[in-house]
């Protein structure tokens, strides 16, 4: 697909399942129909030690959205993204609820809001 293609929103992750969100809440706020919801919480930060806001899960409703790109221009660590697939058929609607965030992933260093 191009570039421009707004297939999904997704939470990109590097090869150490580091990602960018620092579970500020802007995209949440942004959304116009409440397809993000945010749970966080705080805790250490690994990289510095100190206590900090951190996502628990970064819900993405897939059903609801309406791919009008508002949550990833208000994001202001460009921590979520538009995914070029399209094959979002499925049988049961539940499925269409995501978590972003990957089991076990942290904040990257340095990625402040
Ligand atoms: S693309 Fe629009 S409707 Fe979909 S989650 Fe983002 S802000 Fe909400
Ligand atoms: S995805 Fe971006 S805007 Fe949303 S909570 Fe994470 S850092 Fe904030």
């Given at each position: 697909?191009?570039?421009?293609?707004?297939?999904e929103v997704v939470m990109p992750h590097d090869e150490n399942n580091e990602h960018r969100c620092t579970g500020c809440q802007k995209c949440e706020i942004a959304c116009p129909n409440g397809s993000i919801e945010i749970v966080w919480d705080r805790g250490i930060d690994p990289?510095?030690?100190?206590?900090?806001?951190?996502?628990?899960?970064?819900?993405?409703?897939?059903s609801m959205c309406t791919m009008c790109?508002?949550?990833i221009e208000?994001?202001?660590t460009d921590a979520i993204v538009w995914a070029?697939?399209?094959?979002?058929?499925?049988?049961d609607r539940s499925q269409l609820t995501k978590v972003l965030n990957k089991p076990g992933s942290i904040l990257k260093a340095g990625v402040e809001d």
């Open positions: 697909m191009f570039d421009r293609f707004r297939g990289h510095t030690e100190k206590k900090k806001k951190k996502i628990d899960k970064h819900i993405y409703h897939l790109g508002l949550c208000a994001c202001p070029q697939n399209f094959e979002n058929s499925v049988y």
